[in-house]
């Protein structure tokens, strides 16, 4: 009798549809997920406090890479701007450095090339410095001819650098400038910045992992009886673990969802000045958000981080409680 | 159904809680397990659902040597062994209809089905009013009812119950021994941990005793009234 019953019940369980079981399976999930969303709602002042630290955790490094990302960007723009100025023997005729500027124009590296003779150089110097008297009494012109050259924008600071040495190499060419260092300078100090901004947030990171992992920590100590009973009676340990592994993720989206808001708003405070700056600077949009991208990337961010804290948590304190 | 063969349990600190401990219960058998407190009837029964491990000997459940049984498939051995405790082990934040259901959730039963059995499983016990309420405001005998649906609402085929009766009245104890012998009657295997020798008999099944660990009588006590 005893048989029958059990193969009865086996046979059930086995004709049970694999749609079916699938529905059972995501059900456990949604149970879990919406379970977790619970007991998070029910203690709201002390899970907002962990979201709140979560949240600032986050907004931190996802500010600062932004700030970066802003800056590089005008950069970019200021780095189009390198040129090579190169000086001529002063007996460089206007047709040689005519031709010299045409040869160099030939260059796949080179955009364009500009000339200025001697007399076109003084008076834009005049022009410039309003010191018409003070040139008037020269009685030699004492500039050189001058070929300016534009490299393609794009174009690595190293190959430009190269350009620039070959260049002076000319026998016409006295000297050669580039006017890039300070550029160069800029992308040091950015490349320095990114790593400062990205230890912060790895560092940043380990905190949202720690303070996930303490309060996953507590939320298994509370329900110690419920999981003794739930092994009691056949609880795998994914169904145990599930529900403290979506608290977890809750934590991480909640976090996330609270720094986006805080670097949102910091850039709406920002907003007003930076406006101003740009209108008197007459550049584009000074500070651009996150976007759509910055923002999905934040919130996943925070999941996964809050996962990472909760599984953590699960993995040290769940196999200690067993049935006594 | 159950078979122990020289099992022996060695808690840690040195304690032998069992020393070779052999005999059979067959399935559809009703079957109690007596002794003085600190026999080892406990014991005994916690080795069954692999609550504890045997230092020695083997066990062997429906076919099913409990030594080569996989850790992870440990929770399903305890989905065919309802068990059922003294202190009942209820979830107290709980409603009795939550805790009933709890099983099956486990189970991935599907939602349609859960309201049904849980429903099933209490008539049975006799609660099924009070499927809204929380453990706390009912009696001893009510939250041992709650605990016996719990492990009947998978119908497993096996039922343990150590000292299901150990807090209530003489009254109330026998109507609880009814339970078990119900579900017995539709060929449940179960065996029932009891320190109530006088109980015992009057029921009148087979009754197994332990003293200090060792197996020291198995009455077949089959005359009602023995
Ligand atoms: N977890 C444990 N650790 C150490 N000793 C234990 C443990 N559980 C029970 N014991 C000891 O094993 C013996 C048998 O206990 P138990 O099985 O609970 O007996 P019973 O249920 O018959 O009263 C007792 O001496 C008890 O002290
Ligand atoms: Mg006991």
Redesign the pocket.
Known sequence: MARGRQQRSSRTRRSAPGGGRLRAWGADHARAAIGALGRLSRSRVASGMTAGVLGVALALPAAFLLALDNLERHASGWDDGAQISLFLQEETSPDEQQGLAEEILQRPEVQRTRTVTPEQALAEFRELSEMDDAVAMLDDNPLPPLVVVYPEPGTPAGAVEALTRELGRKPAVARARLDLEWVQRLQAIMELSRRIAWLVAVLLALAVVMVVGNTIRLAIENRREEIVVTKLIGGTDAFIRRPFLYEGAWYGLLGGVLAVILVEGGRLVLSGPLERLAELYRTGPLLTGLGLDGILLVWLAGVGLGLCGSWVAVGRHLAAIEP? | MIEFDGVGKQ???G?E?LRGLSFRVDPGELVFLT??????????LRLIPLLERPSRGQIVLNGINLARLARRRIPYLRRRVGMIFQDHRLLYDRTVYANVALPLVIAGTPAADIGRRVRAALDKVGLLHRETAYPVTLSGGEQQRVGIARAVVTRPPILLA?EPTGNLDPELSEEIMGLFEAFNRVGVTVLI?S?DLGLIQRLGHRYLR?SE?RLVGDTLNDGAGG
């Open positions: 006594r | 808690y840690p600190g304690h809680a002794g003085h407190s600190g026999a080892g009837k406990s014991t005994l150590d941990a320190h332990l660990g």
